[in-house]
């Protein structure tokens, strides 16, 4: 690895308060059962990945009126990430309840950048990125992101910001 492959280093984010989100922020509520967690009863770190993705499944459907599984199915529109990530501020533990709040961060041509913000109580637990990329499924190649969906997110980020 050269110096060209090192990641810039940056200061660690610091957890937010409930009262730091916008009030108009949509949010998916879920408990975490025994399940999705290690035998300590802490939540085993892939299934926060999962819950993030039904988050973002639900947003679509529940909040932009635009069904996630058209758009995948019919429409034949991946929604494919190309990144996905989070930092971890506090434990989450079997039985706790956490909502997760989206923001669109940017919104390119063919790409799209949202934060998940998981709040426990009035602080946040954890924090999502995920940059997802639009393809085609049917030659797997980037397209633009589709005029309804952009319209929808545009306006979700208008109305958060």
Known sequence: MNHHDTPPQTARPVPLSQDSLPKNMWAFKHTFRHGQCDPAGIVYTPKFFDIFNQAIEAWFCDHLHIDYYDVL???RVGLGY???SATFFAP???GDEIEIYVR???LGGKSYEIT???MKGDKEALRGY???VTTSLESHRPIEIP???RSAMQNYRDATD
């Open 116 to 118: 998940l913000h998981a």
């Open 130 to 132: 995920f940059t997802t």
């Open 82 to 84: 190309v990144s996905a």
């Open 104 to 106: 669109v961060h940017k």
């Open 147 to 149: 005029q309804d969906i």
């Open 92 to 94: 989450c533990m079997m």
């Open 73 to 75: 199915g019919p429409r």
